[in-house]
């Protein structure tokens, strides 16, 4: 439940930057071209790399200024899954890419850090213009969450996390690949 309730904050937040933007430019299909079955979207194929192959949902507002995208496990669901990728785009106007990145990242940070029931165990954040941060932090019902936040084209923001419970920890290769993601394959 507090996960949960983080996550939301954290939608919200995505939602409110990409929404000051003026004028979002519409039509976002951050997540590729799913039609295509030899050509996996470019997010379902990642989180299929971390281990959660099964789009659990997707959501976003009518003017496709955040995707909001959930996969777990093989033959898991919203209510029985032991590892977690969500993934967030936001789109946001071109020239602004930098800005938006560091606005999520910054207020990002600031609210872990004021979370009662999440205890931030790491947050790096990228040097020079710190456009991007690797980040850590365990809820108080067990929840252990490992993640990036990071510009991945011109014009989108994205915040990827990948989420353990019931023991499961952060493995070293999903930490690998979240990097790697960040800095550019």
Request: aromatic residues 8%.
């Amino acid at each position: 439940m507090n996960r949960f309730l983080l996550t939301i904050g954290f939608v919200a937040l995505l939602r409110a930057t990409a929404a000051a933007q003026a004028n979002p430019v519409v039509g976002n299909d951050a997540s590729g071209d799913a039609s295509a079955s030899d050509h996996p979207a470019p997010y379902a194929k990642l989180a299929a790399d971390l281990g959660t192959p099964t789009l659990l949902s997707s959501a976003g507002p009518a003017d496709k200024s955040l995707l909001r995208l959930r996969f777990v496990g093989a033959g898991e669901s919203a209510s029985n899954w032991v590892k977690m990728t969500s993934i967030s785009i936001a789109k946001v106007k071109p020239a602004d890419t930098l800005v938006a990145a560091r606005t999520i990242i910054k207020k990002f940070k600031a609210r872990l850090a004021a979370q009662k029931h999440a205890k931030t165990t790491e947050f790096i954040e990228g040097q020079n213009l710190a456009s991007n941060a690797y980040f850590t932090f365990v809820t108080s019902d067990g929840i252990a969450d490992q993640g990036i936040a990071y510009s991945p084209a011109e014009g989108f923001v994205s915040v990827i996390e990948v989420a353990y419970r019931h023991g499961f920890v952060h493995r070293a290769s999903d930490r690998a690949l979240l990097r790697t993601v960040m800095n550019g394959r």
